[in-house]
């Protein structure tokens, strides 16, 4: 029998709404589900095992072959890039990448430099490069609202999801840069050696998907 297939799976948003889509697909998940502090987990009765990783790990793995296959949100793969198919828009873990800034504050206005605070600065580069305007840019590693709080930035770009966090800290969303969703990603060279087995796999996967308008 061929070696498993390996799927790597992005811890924490994204793990749930994942696990459920395998298990539609007739994955038994129980393994998963159990995982307790394990990383590698066996699908049951079918010759794969899932593998848990941070988002950009799950890139890193994919793209160096060592996973087949991963699925991680569009925000990652935007702000990584790297080498792989990006197969199948899972339409889950859906939010938005947004500029936001101090409640009532002028972000366009005046003529100094902006300073822009984000997780993402690749993306945030693009952003405000395809604008032709000169910012910026903070890297920041977590809860990057505080950045305008603290007055170390005037505005941030960030992921919004509910936009509670922005509201519960007195900011709000001047622009929206693009919406995210979780994808299917898929290693170049397993597309090629284990065609049928994931042609398969990402058949199963469209045929499950939660199609909402
Ligand atoms: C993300 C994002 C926002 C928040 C948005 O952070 O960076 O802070 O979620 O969600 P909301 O619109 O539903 O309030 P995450 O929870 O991933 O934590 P982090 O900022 O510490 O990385």
Known sequence: MNKPLRIALTKGRLEKDTVGLLEKIGFDCTAVRE????????????????VLAKANDVITYVEHGVCDMGVVGKDTIMEMQGKFFEMVDLGFGKCKFALAVKKGSDFYGGYGVKTVATKYPNITRKFFEDKGMDVEIIKIEGSVELAPLLELADGIVDIVETGTTLK???????EDVCPISARLIVNMVSLKLRQKEIEDFVELIEKNLERKA
């Open 35 to 50: 995982k307790g502090r394990k990383l590698i987990l066996p699908v049951e009765d079918a010759n794969a095992e899932v």
């Open 168 to 174: 519960e800290n007195g900011l709000e969303v001047i």
